[in-house]
């Protein structure tokens, strides 16, 4: 076989049944290859797309996504993937095409240093420079991309390789140096974690997106029941817990929850798991947990002690050890005063539950995304784009299982949720797959219409259409004086006209209701929809300002008005 066909078989070999790509002049061998083969190829229309695309499909199936792109122009397409892919811990291959040896270094046509450019935001990169290693530096390369805390990994593949032939087709393991994770905890840190915690007044868990992706999900259920822990999230961490559950106070930061934001300074003890503690999450860093003990665990040592100090640092995978915490509590009988402090905060939580206007048109961000919540069962997956709509999902949208909500946390990149989409489609064919976009990302990556209508994948498009950079225009109103600059994004394009001229149904929805109607229609017939939604450009969510507190939010009632009953606060 050659090396095209080598490599085909050895990313078989590694379950995959689908690349994400776009083909260009270095990778015909490739595709010539691929024409022959039985492996499922999704020609997407941009290369950025099939990145986001291998992203979501390995966010919500759990295995490495694939992609595929040409040399120079067609790789450097795919840099800001990978770095988002980097930045959330997503496993990830990415296969480019390369110039022949000989020109590497000469400036021959369409020629990148692609190894150089994307070192900064891979875990490894390999450039295929022998026929007979490309089974290997396959294999290496999904072991790197999964394992450990994941991420990407890059393999650059000359032309020549593609159409050389192998000597011998031979799988081994390469190794690479200095590359060694810890997935098991240290019982003795284990140990002196628990202690703590049967000391613990006000204890409360931050789960970060490190519990979805060792599937932790279950342990964390049972560890924070057992502590009589209340949980908080960050971004990346919604759904690794249920939402609806009492003791979930949702997303903790600059966008989340006035229950969470109120009362993680009043905790006296912090268990982080599989969290990176960002800026967006912490606030002010120096006021940020003042009187609380710190347990950190996470699979990535680097992360530990980075941003905030620790008192017990764990390496290890979440999973396991949250089995060894549950395994070392089965007789623990919760301290009284972290009883009264979860039930305390379970009352605080319905007390000051998010607020929904059914009423108003335009219609309100929230009451769309309350009505897409109610549209879908706990099986089905959203996808959401970057901006002000990002953030009312995470707030108004209850995710009760792990792998259901995909969005981009750590890098924040405009047009990743539809591509995205798109990707959790193709992985998980049977649970309905809703994107949820601002109209600016949307406008980012609309072409990927064609792929929706090509490969007649039952998608549901949301576009929340105020016109606007909806988050930039926020700051712009809360902290910029009104000076509202280059956010205002005009009246063009029709986007129901835009998804027609695609072969798609689109809507326009205006009215309390429709949404709800159109999204259960659509599931119903399992058909692409697209639906424009007309909402008001001024509701704006509350938030933390940068260099702020976390606590301190700027647009929300008085959280601490305690005369207020369920029912007025409710009102």
């Known amino acids: 076989m050659n090396g095209g066909e080598a490599i085909l078989k050895a990313l078989k070999e590694q379950g995959v049944d689908t690349i994400f790509g776009y083909p260009g002049g270095t ?36 295995k490495v996504g694939v992609c595929l792109a040409t040399s120079g122009p067609g790789a450097t397409n795919l840099i800001t993937g990978i770095a988002d892919a980097n930045m959330d811990s997503t496993p990830l291959v990415a296969i480019t095409g390369q110039v022949n040896l000989g020109a590497i270094g000469n400036d021959a046509f369409q020629e990148a240093d692609i190894i150089g450019i994307s070192m900064p935001i891979t875990k490894h990169s390999y450039q295929i420079k022998s026929v007979d290693s490309i089974p290997s530096i396959v294999k290496s390369s999904f072991d790197i991309a999964k394992s450990g805390r994941p991420g990407p990994v890059v393999i650059d593949f000359p032309k020549e390789m593609q159409e050389g032939e192998l000597g011998k087709y031979e799988t081994t393991l390469i190794e690479t140096p200095g590359y060694n994770p810890t997935i098991e905890g240290n019982i003795h840190q284990v140990k002196k974690a628990c202690e703590l915690i049967k000391q613990s007044k006000n204890p409360i868990i931050l789960a970060g997106g490190g519990v979805i992706i060792s599937g932790a999900n279950e342990e964390l259920e049972k560890f924070a029941k057992t502590i009589k822990a209340p949980v908080v999230t960050t971004l990346m961490g919604k759904g690794a817990v249920p939402e609806d559950d009492e003791y979930a106070l949702g997303m903790l930061g600059m966008h989340g929850r006035i229950i969470a934001n109120k009362n993680i300074n009043k905790s006296d003890l912090l268990i982080a798991i599989g969290c990176r503690f960002s800026d967006r999450t912490t606030g002010k860093i120096d006021e940020f947990i003042p009187n609380a003990k710190v347990i950190h665990i996470d699979v990535d040592p680097a992360e530990i002690g980075k941003n905030i100090d620790v008192d017990i640092p764990i390496v290890g995978d979440a999973l396991n050890i949250l089995k060894m915490f549950n395994n070392n509590l089965t007789k623990y009988q919760p ?37 897409i919540s109610e549209s879908l069962t706990d099986d089905a997956i959203v996808a959401t784009d970057v901006g002000l709509h990002q953030m009312f999902a995470a707030h108004y949208l209850n995710v009760n299982k792990p792998r259901k909500f995909i969005s981009s946390g750590g890098l924040g990149t405009m047009g990743y949720g539809f591509p995205a989409a798109i990707g959790a489609k193709v992985a998980c064919e049977d649970d309905p797959v809703v994107a949820i976009c601002g109209d600016g990302g949307f406008l980012m990556v609309s072409q990927e219409l064609a792929t929706v209508q090509t490969y007649d994948l039952p998608l549901i498009i949301t576009i929340l259409d105020n016109r606007k950079l909806g988050m930039v225009y926020q700051w712009q109103n809360l902290l910029y004086n009104k000076r509202l600059s280059q956010t205002d994004l005009g009246t063009v394009p029709d986007f129901v ?14 009215k309390p209701g429709e949404t709800k109607e159109v999204i259960k229609k659509a599931i119903k017939d399992n058909e692409a929809i697209l639906l424009n939604i007309d909402i008001q450009k001024d509701e704006f969510l509350p938030m933390v300002p940068p260099g702020a507190a976390v606590e301190e939010v700027l647009g929300e009632y008085d959280f601490e008005d305690e005369s207020l009953t369920n029912e007025d606060a409710a009102k």
Request: some cysteine.
């Open 497 to 510: 006209k835009l998804a027609e001229s695609y072969g798609i149904n689109g809507v326009n929805i205006t």
């Open 335 to 371: 301290n009284p005063n972290a009883v009264k402090w979860y039930d305390e905060l379970k009352d605080k939580k319905v007390k000051f539950a998010l607020k929904t206007d059914y009423d108003t048109n335009p219609l309100m961000p929230q009451t769309v995304i309350k009505e």
């Open 27 to 62: 990778v015909i061998p490739l595709y010539d290859s691929l024409y022959d083969d039985d492996l499922r190829h999704i020609l997407v229309r941009h290369e950025q797309c099939a990145v986001h695309a291998a992203e979501g499909y390995a966010r919500a199936s759990g």
